[in-house]
């Protein structure tokens, strides 16, 4: 029984080591530094842009102070965790600088837009340093931001519109049903006889 026992506690302290070894590397493998992830835009699997000079496709991790070159066919999205995400168009290229919570960067052709981000991003241009919000876009010759449009523009039918064209159809429906007594016609009721 104590051999039993003297095993059990064996197995129990040598366990209890791996888990503590595995958990100081998983630690230890933490760099610090701030990663970003890109997506390429622009419909094929052969879409790329360039990272600091080389060709770099979807999933690429990007590091601060990564230089992101996007060529005529193909945009690029990065999404840079907690600090925000940001869209480059086509003939851009653009000098990344972020960390956890902040965003910048010097753009010297095309233009970024900010999707979403924690803070306001600082984005020197060839002509300025603007300061962009979520939505809108800086171009590398222009000294202000531009707001982004949504698509769809002005003829574009609100949601709320469908919603009064579908409700005015039901009223028309049940107006139409009812017979002078305010019950709804059509609706026969059929006893049977019990034998």
Not at 30 to 41: F, I, N, Q, R, T
Not at 74 to 86: C, M, T
Not at 135 to 157: D, L, M, Y
């Amino acid at each position: 029984m104590t051999s039993y026992l003297l095993l059990k506690k064996a197995i129990t302290f040598g366990m209890t080591l791996v888990l503590v070894a595995a958990y100081s590397f998983v630690v230890l493998a933490d760099s610090g530094k701030a990663v970003g992830e890109l997506v390429v835009s622009g419909g094929s699997s052969s879409a790329f842009v360039t990272v600091n000079g080389e060709s770099a496709k979807n999933g690429r991790t990007v590091f601060s102070s990564s230089t992101l070159t996007t060529p005529a066919e193909f945009g690029a999205v990065l999404n840079l965790g907690k600090a925000g995400k940001i869209e480059l168009a086509p003939n851009s290229t653009f000098v990344l600088t972020f960390d956890d919570s902040s965003i910048s960067g010097e753009l010297t052709s095309g233009s970024v837009t900010v999707l979403n981000a924690q803070h306001d991003v600082q984005v020197k241009t060839l002509a300025d340093t603007v300061s962009l919000n979520a939505g809108e876009t800086a171009a590398a010759n222009s000294a202000a931001p531009a707001k982004q449009t949504k698509s769809g523009g002005a003829g574009a039918v609100k949601p709320w519109v469908w919603v009064a064209i579908f409700g005015g159809a039901v009223a028309a429906v049940v107006l139409a049903t009812r017979d002078d007594g305010g019950t709804l016609t059509g609706a026969t009721v059929v006893v049977s006889p019990t034998r």
